[in-house]
């Protein structure tokens, strides 16, 4: 959804980018723990339902930062000279542009995942959004508040959290570095 509308808002511009920006700035006015916090106490709890409410508020920031990629990118050579050949704007967007601007975006929707990753932790660990007889790190996390002689409660889902979360920011700097075509030329 994100690089969709991103690539979209940034590539035509005009009434387009302004119509779709103004959708970005009333998505991020709903905020996503708030909204769980919510839907939590309204409906029963489940993890689907949480895994589906982050995913359909966490895009925003990915379709704002594509769009600033793909602001900047139309404007370079390359582009302008596709434009003058005659190549259709879906060729441009997707063969021209895209390629060049999935790097940056490929990092920050890695890092959207370990996000999400820290989100459900802290609402499991609040008892929120994840049924009771679901075990996640949160709520193991949660378990150790009230077992403080076995510290290992706290120690294990913690850690394995962070390395979770490291890992994904290691894979995206990684996959930035594969993709990224302005450092081929550097290897």
């Known amino acids: 959804i994100g690089v969709a509308l991103g690539a979209i808002a940034g590539y035509f511009g005009s009434w387009a980018d302004l119509i779709i920006s103004r959708f970005f700035e009333v998505m991020l006015s709903i905020p996503t723990f708030f909204l769980l916090i919510t839907i939590a106490a309204l409906l029963p709890p489940s993890i689907f339902l949480t895994m589906v409410i982050i995913g359909l508020t966490g895009w925003v920031g990915i ?39 999935l790097a940056p975006v490929m990092v920050s929707v890695i890092l959207g995942v370990a996000g999400a990753i820290l989100l459900e ?38 850690l394995a959290i962070f390395i979770t979360v490291l890992a994904y920011y290691l894979v995206g700097e990684g996959l930035r570095d594969a993709l990224d075509p302005r450092l081929r030329g550097l290897r």
């Open 121 to 158: 932790s802290g609402l499991s660990f609040l008892g929120i959004g994840v049924p009771a007889d679901t075990v996640t790190w949160g709520a193991i996390l949660n378990e150790a508040r009230s077992n403080t002689f076995a510290w290992w409660l706290a120690v294990f889902p913690g």
């Open 63 to 101: 379709a704002r930062f594509a769009r600033n990629e793909f602001l900047k990118l139309r404007s370079l050579d390359y582009v302008t000279a596709a434009q003058a050949l005659g190549v259709s704007n879906r060729k441009i967007m997707f063969r021209h542009i895209l390629p060049n601007a």
